[in-house]
């Protein structure tokens, strides 16, 4: 099983500032990736961002990078510079490895991104 | 190429109706997944097919819900009949390869019972 959690509802940031949205996740599978899908107003969810869970080094998209903390289960989105473009609804997602269950997300609450010009 | 798309976007129907909402993968996705938003709770899986096959559907509320994927292409999913707590957002995503591979998704549909 495994389950993630996104405590913060809704988050502001002015354009060109950094923002992050904070993730937990608990599993007790060794092999499993983490993402970030954004979900613009009635747009579809695109991939932001992945992690694998066997590499230590973060992962970074251009401004989007993550701070996978493995021992602590957190797994935050840090947004620099942020741009008008990136408010949006936020979730952070998790999918194991293995058996039947091999690439189905389990997802978070999500996080609403607001960007003030 | 084109996206996921789904049909229709929007659904009304009366409590005990029918509904089939209609998931169009991208082509060459062997993997097709359907997910459940109620209003205001997360992005609940329903179930996973790899080409026609059904892999994993352990998410299914009920035996209301009938998913099929006919030839391994398009993929429905019937409600029959329809009960209030059905309503939600319903999402499909698809991808070439399962774990850790980008799934990428529809619209949604929007399914309001009344």
């Known amino acids: 099983a495994q389950t993630v959690t996104q405590s913060q509802p809704e988050m502001s940031v002015q354009e060109a500032e950094t923002v992050t949205l904070s993730c937990t996740y608990d599993t007790s599978e060794s092999d499993y990736y983490l993402f970030w899908y954004k979900q613009p107003p009635s747009r579809q969810m695109i991939l932001v961002i992945r992690?694998?869970?066997?590499?230590?080094q973060n992962a970074t998209e251009n401004r989007f990078s993550v701070n996978f903390q493995k021992a602590a289960k957190s797994f935050s989105l840090k947004i620099s510079d942020s741009q008008l473009g990136d408010a949006a609804m936020y979730f952070c997602a998790g999918a194991i490895g293995g058996g039947t269950s091999y690439g189905k997300l389990t997802f978070g609450q999500g996080t609403i991104l607001t960007v003030h010009p | 190429e084109a996206g996921v798309t789904q049909f229709p976007s929007h659904s009304v129907i009366e409590k005990g109706q029918t509904v089939t909402l209609r998931c169009d993968p991208i082509s060459g996705h062997d993997n097709l997944y359907w997910y459940r938003r109620v209003m205001g709770k997360e992005i609940k899986f329903l179930l996973h097919f790899v080409k026609e096959s059904k892999q994993d559907e352990s998410g299914m509320p009920n035996n209301r819900f009938l998913a099929e994927r006919t030839g391994g292409t398009y993929s429905t999913l019937k409600v029959q009949p329809a009960e209030l707590e059905d309503s939600g957002v319903y999402f499909c995503?698809?991808?070439?390869?399962?774990?850790?591979?980008?799934?990428?998704f529809g619209q949604g549909t929007r399914l309001t019972v009344v």
């Open positions: 995503a698809s991808s070439r390869q399962g774990l850790g591979t980008e799934a990428f």
């Open positions: 992690q694998e869970a066997y590499k230590q």
